[in-house]
């Protein structure tokens, strides 16, 4: 799809400059420096002649056809040189100029004529305000970095030309290759999403990198990431999460969704690993790059000191990952050829004295072992250690394995050596224990995101014409808040149970209601004005007589007008007052960039005060609705404790699967609360006892 611009067979740089301190000289030498075997045509309006190729002063006096164009000229002449590649039949472009949108005011203009030159054409583009690309496999640089990245099996790409040209400084010092090299720049065109499509399978990327910080399109984000997790690890930082959602939320779900849930619930649902730091970023990069795909989660550390061996291991039980338990005939073989003050129980501790040798017995039985998936190899500098010695050591005996294996070799100098031998063998050495054990957990996470079995939907038969004329008749009185008679319709309509529940416009009618239902009964303000019915009085429960339900119509009419004297009331809503059960929050809140994020948790005033909720994007599998559920803190309580009854999970997972069912349906919720859902015990249901919805 971008062959064009990774794979030109011609290149034309239009602003190449005579001048050496020109971004258009720099570009271009970098293109004839790194070996690229193409056609380069430079384009200068007066030069004859750019560091010793013959210039044109348009790409329309080339003869030859021309695959990709690098746009290095000001922003006023940029439209009009993309008009002549357009012309020119050109493909892929490369636009290094800056001053379009990131400057704002006019440059956002011109950036939208820039996009609309490039579609009319049929073209692709990087950028604009782009360092440009580099592909090592095609040995182009079309770039002004100041270096070529050395060549390896990971594809990054990054919004950001400072963290490109900070990565390729540093992984030059570390040994490090890449495949491909893109710094995205506006991504007025080709995007994260793009790119993703385009490095699908790709036979020289092991692994693929991304800084990002924004996503445009989250729903083609999460489908794509979802096709290539399958077959490629892709790990992304993403900066710029921690603020909160710039739209006011008024639901509990908004208040508690921002864009940081948005992006860690995205990222989650598509298998898309996310680092937290730079560091990270690359410690993943490095193993996916280096290491086979782990089978289980049992893992081996071998050691010459105690302390980093302990660290280790409580890592290793914070990750998810396992210490493997030896065969007996490992623990014997063990026993029998390691110094008696040696632990053979995982970790394999072989002293600080070790030799070469005594590491060489511990890595052979730990790989040999078939309750190892994988192993941590730490080595700390002693007296008599051997750095580079072991570090070889390492090298020769784990040729071949199909089990992931790490180092952390912990100092300094004393291990320069040893270091660049394993990075050099592919064997990724971590600074620190826990950085290790992070990065085989995270291939472990990988492999059971690419096991994972197609997801299963659920679609229930609903009314769905009735809702959309309940909305259409809300948006015609003017109103985006659903009053509470309104959205038990929309409950309704889409099958979820709701208590018996009437609106009454008098004393007399409320009595009537109540003896019908039976009671106890519930007695709410019913107003399109008055959200939070709790906060003025405006509820009454447990009400059991007639005169008890007199006193409340007229108490609650009366806090109600004194409250909010221009509020539309509507009356008061009579409710049966159902049977006491767990409370469950089920919310929506629509992200800009995703979509509709639904909450599950705890319901009544336990969101306010423990915020445990889980996030999950809509539309939701059944798959991932049980794991939504289960991943909240309190869901021991809904599995019952100290004798108390399980909760009926099975109809909370319904109702989260009809909320996603009505949420994808009508994009213009933006904001849903069921709060709370009562769950009964199993095999009982659940039941809606209260509902707000906003439209946008």
């Known amino acids: 799809m971008l062959e064009a611009i990774f794979s030109p067979q011609s290149v034309a740089v239009i602003g190449a400059s005579p001048d050496p301190v020109r971004l258009g000289h720099r570009v271009l030498k970098n293109i004839l420096d790194h070996g690229y075997q193409g056609n380069i045509y430079p384009i200068h309006p007066r030069a004859t002649e750019v560091l010793g190729l013959c210039a044109y002063p348009s790409v329309l006096d080339i003869p030859n056809p021309i695959d990709l164009a690098v746009v290095v000229i000001p922003p006023q002449h940029v439209i009009a040189a993309v008009d002549e590649c357009g012309r020119k039949g050109i493909k892929g472009l490369v636009v290094i100029t800056a001053g379009f949108k990131e400057v704002g005011g006019a440059g956002r203009e011109l950036e939208r004529e820039l996009l609309a030159t490039v579609r009319r054409y049929g073209m692709r583009m990087i950028g604009p305000n782009s360092l440009g690309i580099i592909d090592t496999i095609s040995k182009l640089n079309a770039s002004f970095a100041n270096a070529m990245p050395l060549p390896g099996n990971i594809a990054l790409m990054s919004q950001s030309g400072a963290i490109c040209t900070a990565i390729?400084?540093?992984?030059?010092?570390?040994?490090?290759?890449?495949?491909?090299?893109?710094?995205?720049?506006?991504?007025?065109?080709?995007?994260?999403?793009?790119?993703?499509?385009?490095?699908?399978?790709?036979?020289?990327?092991?692994?693929?990198?991304?800084?990002?910080?924004?996503?445009?399109?989250?729903?083609?984000?999460?489908?794509?990431?979802?096709?290539?997790?399958?077959?490629?690890?892709?790990?992304?930082?993403?900066?710029?999460?921690?603020?909160?959602?710039?739209?006011?939320a008024s639901s509990h779900t908004g208040s508690l969704a921002g864009s940081e849930a948005a992006y860690e619930t995205a990222f989650a649902q598509s298998g898309?690993?996310?680092?937290?730091?730079?560091?990270?970023?690359?410690?993943?990069?490095?193993?996916?790059?280096?290491?086979?795909?782990?089978?289980?989660?049992?893992?081996?550390?071998?050691?010459?000191?105690?302390?980093?061996?302990?660290?280790?291991?409580?890592?290793?039980?914070?990750?998810?990952?396992?210490?493997?338990?030896?065969?007996?005939?490992?623990?014997?073989?063990?026993?029998?050829?390691?110094?008696?003050?040696?632990?053979?129980?995982?970790?394999?501790?072989?002293?600080?004295?070790?030799?070469p040798d005594r590491y060489a017995v511990a890595i052979k039985a730990a790989l040999a072992d078939p309750n190892v998936d994988g192993l941590i190899i730490l080595f700390t500098p002693q007296a008599v250690s051997e750095p580079l010695t072991i570090a070889n050591l390492i090298i020769n005996l784990t040729k071949g394995t199909d089990k992931p294996v790490v180092t952390s070799f912990m100092g300094g100098a004393s291990i320069e050596k040893a270091v660049q031998a394993l990075n050099a063998a592919r064997i990724p050495n971590y600074l620190f224990p826990e950085r290790a054990v992070q990065s085989l957990a995270a291939i472990y996470r990988q492999?059971?995101?690419?096991?994972?079995?197609?997801?299963?939907?659920?679609?229930?038969?609903?009314?769905?014409?009735?809702?959309?004329?309940?909305?259409?008749?809300?948006?015609?009185?003017?109103?985006?808040?659903?009053?509470?008679?309104?959205?038990?319709?929309?409950i309704e309509a889409y099958g979820m149970r709701l208590p018996k529940s009437r609106l009454a416009q008098t004393p007399d009618e409320?009595?009537?209601?109540?003896?019908?239902?039976?009671?106890?009964?519930?007695?709410?303000?019913?107003?399109?004005?008055?959200?939070?019915?709790?906060?003025?009085?405006?509820?009454?429960?447990?009400?059991?007589?007639?005169?008890?339900?007199?006193?409340?119509?007229?108490?609650?009419?009366?806090?109600?007008?004194?409250?909010?004297?221009?509020?539309?009331?509507?009356?008061?809503?009579?409710?049966?007052?159902?049977?006491?059960?767990?409370?469950?929050?089920?919310?929506?809140?629509?992200?800009?960039?995703?979509?509709?994020?639904?909450?599950?948790?705890?319901?009544?005033?336990?969101?306010?005060?423990?915020?445990?909720?889980?996030?999950?994007?809509?539309?939701?599998?059944?798959?991932?609705?049980?794991?939504?559920?289960?991943?909240?803190?309190?869901?021991?309580?809904?599995?019952?404790?100290?004798?108390?009854?399980?909760?009926?999970?099975?109809?909370?997972?319904?109702?989260?699967?009809?909320?996603?069912?009505?949420?994808?349906?009508?994009?213009?919720?933006?904001?849903?609360?069921?709060?709370?859902?009562?769950?009964?015990?199993?095999?009982?249901?659940?039941?809606?006892?209260?509902?707000?919805?906003?439209?946008?």
């Open 447 to 490: 492999s059971l995101w690419q096991r994972r079995p197609t997801p299963t939907y659920r679609t229930f038969s609903v009314d769905r014409e009735r809702v959309a004329r309940l909305f259409a008749s809300v948006r015609e009185a003017g109103r985006v808040e659903l009053g509470e008679v309104e959205a038990r319709e929309v």
């Open 168 to 248: 390729l400084d540093w992984s030059h010092q570390q040994g490090i290759g890449f495949s491909r090299f893109v710094s995205l720049g506006n991504k007025t065109d080709v995007d994260e999403v793009a790119l993703l499509e385009a490095w699908n399978r790709d036979e020289h990327s092991r692994v693929i990198l991304a800084y990002l910080e924004a996503i445009d399109d989250g729903p083609g984000f999460i489908r794509v990431a979802r096709e290539v997790t399958k077959t490629t690890p892709v790990v992304a930082i993403k900066s710029g999460t921690t603020a909160a959602g710039t739209r006011a």
């Open 510 to 696: 409320a009595v009537a209601i109540a003896n019908e239902f039976g009671y106890p009964v519930v007695m709410k303000i019913s107003s399109p004005d008055i959200l939070h019915k709790s906060d003025i009085g405006g509820v009454r429960v447990g009400l059991s007589d007639a005169s008890a339900v007199r006193d409340a119509f007229e108490l609650i009419e009366y806090r109600a007008r004194k409250y909010l004297p221009s509020a539309r009331i509507w009356g008061v809503l009579v409710q049966e007052m159902v049977r006491k059960g767990r409370e469950v929050l089920v919310g929506v809140s629509r992200d800009p960039q995703f979509g509709p994020l639904i909450a599950v948790g705890m319901g009544g005033i336990y969101v306010e005060v423990l915020k445990d909720v889980a996030f999950r994007l809509a539309p939701l599998s059944v798959e991932e609705v049980q794991e939504q559920i289960r991943s909240i803190r309190a869901y021991p309580l809904l599995r019952g404790v100290r004798g108390e009854a399980p909760a009926d999970i099975a109809a909370i997972e319904e109702t989260v699967l009809r909320v996603s069912q009505l949420v994808t349906d009508f994009p213009e919720i933006v904001e849903m609360d069921i709060n709370p859902l009562v769950v009964h015990p199993e095999g009982e249901g659940a039941i809606v006892l209260d509902a707000r919805i906003i439209l946008n």
């Open 272 to 355: 898309i690993l996310r680092a937290r730091t730079l560091n990270e970023l690359f410690d993943l990069a490095l193993v996916f790059a280096y290491q086979p795909m782990i089978r289980g989660n049992r893992v081996a550390i071998v050691t010459n000191a105690g302390g980093p061996g302990i660290i280790a291991t409580d890592a290793v039980e914070r990750s998810g990952l396992a210490m493997a338990e030896f065969t007996p005939e490992t623990i014997r073989h063990l026993q029998e050829t390691l110094p008696p003050n040696a632990n053979v129980f995982n970790p394999i501790d072989v002293i600080g004295d070790a030799t």
